[in-house]
C-alpha cells in the first residue's frame, strides 16, 4: 500500500468518525464507542497506528458520558503509542485515563513507563 493510499484512508476515517460525533445520544455513544473499538482494533492489527489511535480517541470525546469508556480507550491510545515509542503524547494518553479512572493501576503503570 503506497503512502499516498494509507494517508487517503487515514483522512477517510477521520471524515466518518467525525461525521458520527456530530449527534449522538447515549446509547448511540455506547454504540458507536462499540463500532469504534472495532475498527481500532482492526487497525491496531493491520499496523495503522495513527488510525487506531484516531479512533480510540474519537471514543474518549464520544463517550463522555461513561468515563471507564473514555478512559479505556485512552489507555488504548497511550499503548499504542508506547509500541510506537511516542512517549510524550503516551504520557498524556495516560495522563487523560487516570483523569477519569484514577484507580486504574494500567494507567498508572503505563504513565510510569512513558516518563521512565
Known sequence: MTRLTQILIGWFVVFCLSSHVAAQTS???TK????????A????QQGRYEDAIKAYETIAVIAKTSPKISAAALLSA??????MGKFEQAAGSFRGSLSLDTGSAEAQ???GEALG
Open 78 to 83: 497511550g499503548n499504542i503509542y508506547m509500541e
Open 109 to 111: 503503570n503505563g504513565l
Open 32 to 39: 458507536e464507542a462499540q463500532r469504534l473499538t472495532r475498527v
Open 27 to 29: 446509547g448511540d455513544a
Open 41 to 44: 482494533q482492526v487497525a491496531q
